[in-house]
Nanobody, 124 residues
Framework: QVQLVESGGGLVQAGGSLRLSCAASGGIFSGDTVGWFRQAPGKEREFVAAIIWGGRTTYYSDSVKGRFLVFRNNAMSTVYLQMNSLKPEDTAVYYC?????????????????RGQGTQVTVSS
């Protein structure tokens, strides 16, 4: 059973940076996709970024492309989301999720494993 634990959220001013971590246990394999999603109050959960665990392929939503970077440390079984040039509209609870397909899916319902989330608040 895969378990995912997010950390690194907090309060930051607009224009600032945060790095989120997603620590995985229970078995993440080279053919898996690890994704980041976020949910703001009153809104649907949306795709942010994803990475193929065994490779270098990454995926980003248009709203974060060029500002966010997703990368992994296989030895530590951790995926990171480096968030730069943060905007108030990036405020949300951020979740990581994993699925045993090498496809970078943008659909949260296709991810069998999900973390509890970490709050990111960007002040203006």
């Amino acid at each position: 059973q895969v378990q995912l634990v997010e950390s690194g959220g907090g309060l930051v001013q607009a224009g600032g940076s945060l790095r989120l971590s997603c620590a995985a246990s229970g078995g993440i394999f080279s053919g898996d996709t690890v994704g980041w999603f976020r949910q703001a109050p009153g809104k649907e959960r949306e795709f942010v970024a994803a990475i193929i665990w065994g490779g270098r392929t990454t995926y980003y939503s248009d709203s974060v492309k060029g500002r966010f970077l997703v990368f992994r440390n296989n030895a530590m079984s951790t995926v990171y989301l480096q968030m730069n040039s943060l905007k108030p509209e990036d405020t949300a609870v951020y979740y990581c999720a994993a699925r045993p397909r090498e496809d970078g899916s943008r659909i949260i319902e296709e991810y069998a494993y999900r973390g509890q989330g970490t709050q990111v608040t960007v002040s203006s």
